[in-house]
């Protein structure tokens, strides 16, 4: 597994010039610091125990990561849930969604149960529930309720569990690595927030959907694609794939992530909040780092899985 | 072990809710204290409880009602030996000691209080009931202790009335400006400006909290 200590030897060395690039500006700056340069440095911060969190997880191997993210979907079911509908009759239906879908949809993926963990939440839950809902009797805003349950299931739980379901596909040539096509999803994806964060400062001019998001810009999401997918392109040693490939995979995901963050803009619009939570410094909840990675993960899944095994 | 299960609970709750404080009209301190707030559920005093520093929270009493904590033995053991609540009898007709009495000697002893000036847990859709006098005669009885007016956020979707399992949510508490009584106010007028003051901490976006 030397390719992952190169990996993280990397991701260290960019925190290390990011850090120090903040600390100079912050430096050099008027005081007190502009609010772009506080919210840079939180971020920073954040970034530091998100890849201590990642890093602790993958030493644990495929269990650490499961672990790890079904962490992630509790976080984010909890966000997702707090800006919903529910009513008191809801909270049996609740308590199992936290209490018993998060688990069993990852102790499916654990066991590489692929014919159910990818059905589980799709097609039972989706059934389940509004059969639950209405044996309780309560009709009021009863399709609202239930679809926003069904919604909250589906990215925070079924999607996110995609991203350890990496791990269980069984890719020629490629056996016992796993962890690292993990490593590369969430290296392009989240590289690509960041940098469509930074070509959105610098030459940012056009925006895309000024009623979803004011922050997403043409310059920055042209900018960001594309330099995500070099990115991408030049950690194909990470994968089995080629690095024209490994190109084209990592454009696909970031895309879609970009997607995931303007869905995950509407729904906060609509419900008039700037973040989901406030569990990340200088990023707000979960849902606010996960969004693209939501989006990426299962399309990125079923790519990998229908072309290389 | 009363403070060892004050820990236990802060954290716990802080687990299944991720509590944050938002001092907006005040900051820790140690004066002494009466945190008043919205009532809806039973999680709501260890919610408010846990936002506190621990030695404040180690000299925080919330006050309940006696007929409902004491009416048997595992209510009573939770409420007098767990959560050292302070118990006042809330019905006029039966009770054997004046509530007033009880929270006094409380505060005469170098307690905070965290107290629920509704009077009960608030069923309605209405967002706070009407504030029944003990908020006021604390107030007068006792004017060196600040009243500070606490929003608690959701607390009442994560445990509501009658559930034992709670629904982990996102919840906050926010503590807003010390009132007190001001000269020539009467009870009613200061009752109607403390339930102003704690509604006015209420947030007011359209997402959470239907």
């Known amino acids: 597994m030397a390719d992952i200590y190169r990996l993280f030897i990397g991701l260290i060395a960019v925190l290390c010039a990011a850090s120090l690039v903040a600390g100079i500006l912050t430096w050099r700056s008027s005081k007190p610091a502009s609010s772009t340069l506080v919210n840079l440095n939180a971020r920073i911060r954040a970034w530091w125990v998100m890849v201590a969190a990642i890093s602790l997880a993958f030493v644990f191997g495929r269990s650490g990561v499961i672990i790890l993210f079904m962490l992630v979907s509790f976080a984010a079911l909890r966000e997702y849930v707090t800006l919903t509908h529910t009513r008191r009759s809801d909270h049996w239906v609740l308590i199992g969604m936290f209490l018993i879908v998060i688990p069993l949809q990852y102790y499916l993926v654990w066991t590489n149960w692929y014919g159910l963990y990818s059905i589980f939440i799709p097609v039972y839950c989706f059934l389940a529930m509004p059969a639950l809902a209405a044996l309780w009797g309560d009709t009021s805003r009863f399709l609202e309720r239930i679809s926003e349950q069904q919604w909250g299931l589906m990215l925070s739980v079924y999607c996110i569990s995609h991203v350890p379901a990496l791990v269980t596909l069984e890719i020629p040539g490629n056996e016992g690595r796993g962890l690292l096509l993990i490593a590369f999803l969430i290296a392009t994806v989240q590289g690509s927030d960041v940098l469509q964060y930074i070509f959105g400062k610098l030459f940012g001019r056009n925006r895309i959907s000024p009623n979803v998001s004011p922050s997403k810009t043409w310059e920055g999401l042209i900018g960001g694609i594309a330099t995500a997918s070099l990115l991408g392109s030049s950690l194909f040693w990470l994968t089995p794939f080629s690095p024209l490939e490994a190109g084209v995979l990592a454009g696909i995901a970031c895309i879609m992530g970009f997607l995931g963050g303007l869905v995950a803009s509407a729904i906060k619009r609509d419900r008039g909040v700037k973040d989901w939570g406030h569990m990340i410094e200088g990023h707000g909840g979960m849902l606010d780092r996960t969004d693209s990675l939501i989006f990426a993960a299962p399309v990125f899944f079923h790519i990998v899985r229908y072309a290389w095994t | ?210």
């Open chain 2, 1 to 210: 072990m009363q403070s060892l299960a004050g820990a236990c609970l802060a954290g716990l709750a802080r687990a299944i809710t991720g509590v944050i404080p938002i001092w907006l009209g005040t900051k820790p301190s140690r004066n002494q204290r009466i945190y008043f707030a919205n009532h809806a559920s039973h999680g709501d005093f260890i919610l408010l409880a846990s936002c506190l520093e621990p030695e404040e929270r180690a000299r925080t009493r919330a006050v309940a009602g006696a007929d409902y904590w004491r009416s048997n033995r595992i209510r009573r053991v939770m409420a007098e030996d767990l959560l050292r609540t302070v118990l006042v009898e809330r019905n006029g007709v039966e009770r054997t000691q004046d509530p007033l009495d009880i929270m006094l000697k409380a505060l005469d002893d170098g307690q905070s209080l965290i107290f629920f000036p509704e009077g009960t847990r608030n069923m309605s859709e209405e967002p706070l009931l009407r504030f029944r006098s003990g908020l006021y005669n604390l107030a007068v009885a006792r004017p060196g202790v600040e009243l500070v007016p606490c929003w608690i956020e959701n607390m009442s979707r994560v445990l509501p009335k009658g559930m034992f399992l709670p629904v982990p949510l996102l919840c906050r508490v926010i503590f807003g400006a010390p009132i007190a009584v001001e000269p020539g106010e009467d009870r009613t007028l200061f009752l109607h400006r403390a339930r102003q003051a704690l509604l006015d901490l209420k947030p007011t976006n359209n997402g959470a909290g239907r």
